[in-house]
């Protein structure tokens, strides 16, 4: 008898487990959403970044439909992609590819005008002429909620006002003038730089000058002009638009929320509205796959600790000059310890013995190896974050975008060092690396950055979660946004009441002047009259 009702318990268990697992799929099922997740840039590090956003939706419950370049294989049920062409930037500029390393010297106004602006609308364009997309347009799909990504590609956001839904945008960087612009977030011009333009001390007068130009030309030709371009693709490609279509301008400052790849702790802390959550670092999560064997031997080998150098998927190694090479292969040769290094060939003539190097290498089980002792990127955000993640002091060498600012940032931080491209001789990368290893501060110092930037009440993923399905509760919580996006430039800026005031000012400084002028001469004339009458 009683050994029948200690079966019965386990099996009772598993039953009520099952209702409550159930249960739990209705609520979850009762407040899913249909969501319209637009990531077509084709920049595989931008993905990166956005991709567990809408995996994380769907895994859910979330009805996900996500226009994207890069295909996953392994999804929910109820993630669905539609396809883009994934166009590099310049096969969209109709040229052949530069040496990257020739992009170190272009000024971040080149940089808008030759590659991004250009760039920008040729990929949307692509984007939004593709088959597939035009096919999902023209259905009689709905959704609750489109977000998208902030870069470079506004005419997507159109797609809010065509499913009359909420619209949240994802940046895969930090603070920047646009998306200040988009919320009327305040503008920081004398603490925090444009993402993309180098500046070395930003709040200095000259930072703070050089910051104010470039943030002035960026704002007139992206507002003016940028988005005049992006609106005509819009209203060409996204069909049934409600009449009167408004300006995208208009249509973008109707953001509900903004999801930004910063966190204070590592970026410029700064005021933020409600509405533009920090949510940086959000791609990064336990490696839970192991290297490969032969790879995972040389680094646990590697008792004096090794050296990784890769420079992402877009910086490769193999374009490096000949006099950049060489210095590269002498530095490492006197290193005399490991140095791992991502190198886009089959060969590499005159390779050292200690020198390991592999066309690709998984670089988040590599960063957490315990004998790692230094990382020589590029500098791109996510690689930086990936170390930051594991506490792995960093040698930057800043080839373009927000690449100089990140490593800038880190060095003043005391967890890397900067070492500008151009700089590049054997003796010097050799004494910058030969600093970094021998010195134990900068390890300290990553760790304990490390330890502030994943000090948070929520994860950045769960984080973003809770903000987004926010705004799909709260129909797009309008009262989060601020009451400056109805006000006008002048209002906004409070520029008519400092004229006024300015005006007040002058005009009692002209009285008083005026008063004291007159009574000097009633006066002088006084004196005149009692001399004479005197005489
Ligand atoms: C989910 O989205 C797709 C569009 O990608 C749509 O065809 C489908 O009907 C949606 N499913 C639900 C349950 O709304």
């Not at 909620?145 to 945008?169: D, M, T």
């Not at 002048?490 to 008063?515: P, R, W």
Request: net charge neutral; charged share 20%.
């Amino acid at each position: 008898m009683s050994s029948v009702l200690l079966h019965a318990i386990p099996e009772l268990a598993i039953m009520l487990l099952k209702i409550c697992a159930f249960l739990f799929y209705l609520t979850i099922y009762s407040e899913a959403a249909n969501i319209l997740y637009v990531i077509p840039f084709t920049t595989k590090s931008h993905y990166i970044t956005l991709r567990p956003i809408g995996l994380e939706l769907a895994r859910r419950g979330h009805n996900v439909t996500v226009i994207t370049a890069h295909k996953e294989n392994e999804h929910p049920p109820n993630y669905h992609q539609v396809m883009v062409k994934a166009t590099k930037i310049w096969e969209a500029l109709g040229g052949k590819p530069p040496n990257v390393f020739s992009t170190v010297d272009l000024s971040a106004v080149k940089f808008h005008n030759n590659v991004i602006w250009p760039g920008g609308l040729a990929l949307t364009e692509e984007a939004l002429q593709t088959p597939a997309v035009q096919e999902l347009l023209s259905s009689d799909a709905k959704f609750d909620l489109v977000i998208s990504e902030q870069f470079f590609q506004e005419a997507f956001y159109g797609l809010a006002y065509k499913y009359n839904a909420p619209l949240a945008l994802v940046t895969t960087f930090g603070n920047c003038m646009r998306h200040n612009f988009v919320t009327r977030n305040p503008l920081q011009l004398a603490t925090v730089p444009s993402e993309l333009l180098d500046v070395q001390e930003p709040t200095s007068f000259s930072g703070r000058l050089k910051n104010f130009y470039f943030t002035v030309y960026e704002l007139f030709w992206w507002k003016f002009w940028y988005l005049e371009k992006q609106e005509h693709l819009m209203k060409k490609y996204i069909p049934g638009l409600r009449e009167p279509i408004p300006s995208l301008y208009e249509i973008q400052k109707n953001t509900s929320l903004m999801l930004v790849n910063s966190h204070f702790s590592v970026d410029s802390p700064m005021p933020y509205l409600p509405n533009i959550v920090e949510i940086g670092g959000v791609h990064i999560t336990k490696s839970n796959s192991s290297l490969p064997k032969d790879l995972q031997k040389y680094l646990d080998d590697a008792d004096d600790g090794f050296v990784y150098v890769n420079f992402g998927s877009n910086v490769r190694s193999i374009e490096l000059p000949e006099e950049k090479k060489q210095a590269f292969l002498k530095v490492f040769k006197r290193l005399k310890r490991t140095v791992v290094w991502k190198w886009e060939d089959d060969n590499l003539d005159q390779k050292p013995d200690n020198v390991i190097v592999r066309k690709w290498l998984p670089q988040k089980e590599i960063l957490a190896h315990p004998n790692i002792r230094v990382f020589v990127s590029h500098g791109g955000l996510i690689g930086t974050q990936e170390a930051l993640y594991n506490g792995v002091p960093i040698i930057g060498v800043p080839i373009y975008g927000d690449q100089y600012n990140n490593i800038l940032a880190l060095e003043e931080m005391g967890y890397g060092k900067l070492l500008q491209y151009n700089d590049i001789t054997e003796e010097r990368m050799y004494g910058i690396i030969a600093e970094v290893l021998n010195n134990e501060s900068f390890t300290k110092t990553a760790k304990e950055v490390s330890r502030r930037f994943w000090d948070r009440p929520m994860n950045a993923l769960d984080t973003a979660m809770y903000w987004i399905e926010y705004i799909i509760r709260n129909n797009g919580a309008p009262y989060m946004k601020s009451q400056a996006i109805e006000l006008s430039w002048l209002s906004f800026s409070m520029l008519d009441v400092y004229i006024f005031i300015g005006f007040l000012v002058v005009s009692s400084i002209i009285f008083t002047i005026k008063v004291i002028k007159i009574i000097n001469t009633v006066l002088c004339s006084r004196k005149t009259i009692d001399k004479k009458k005197k005489t």
